[in-house]
């Protein structure tokens, strides 16, 4: 059964950074969108970025902070989160879809346990 595993996750200052890793399971990230998504505390999850053959993409709140990257030869998915805000906590969630092309979050078929991001003093 095809899965993702996220890790990385911490707690931090803010404007400190981590790096959040996204390790696939039963499928190669060069052949689907990889998203990551944020849910914090009382809110809905939201899609902050996602990478696909040749395209990335980020929401407009984590824009110049976030990276989105991949290693195929890993076949890994990592986001670097620099300058980190108290609003940047959450539940980050690493998800899957079969497709060449990022996705709305309710079309992504394989997702992570999430991990936990808290920024705070």
């Known amino acids: 059964q095809a899965h993702v595993v996220e890790s990385g996750g911490g707690w931090v200052q803010p404007g400190g950074s981590l790096r959040l890793s996204c390790a696939p399971f039963g499928l190669l990230v060069n052949y689907y969108a990889i998203g990551w998504f944020r849910q914090a505390p009382g809110k809905e999850r939201e899609g902050i970025s996602c990478i696909s053959r040749g395209t990335t993409y980020y929401t407009d709140s984590v824009k110049g902070r976030f990276t989105i990257s991949r290693d195929n030869i890993k076949n890994m998915v990592y986001l670097q989160l620099d300058r980190l805000q108290t609003e940047d906590t959450g539940v980050y969630f690493c998800?899957?879809?079969?497709?060449?092309?990022?996705?709305?979050?309710?079309?992504?078929?394989?997702w992570g346990q999430g991990t936990q991001v808290t920024v705070s003093s």
């Open positions: 998800a899957a879809v079969d497709s060449y092309q990022c996705s709305p979050l309710s079309d992504y078929q394989y």
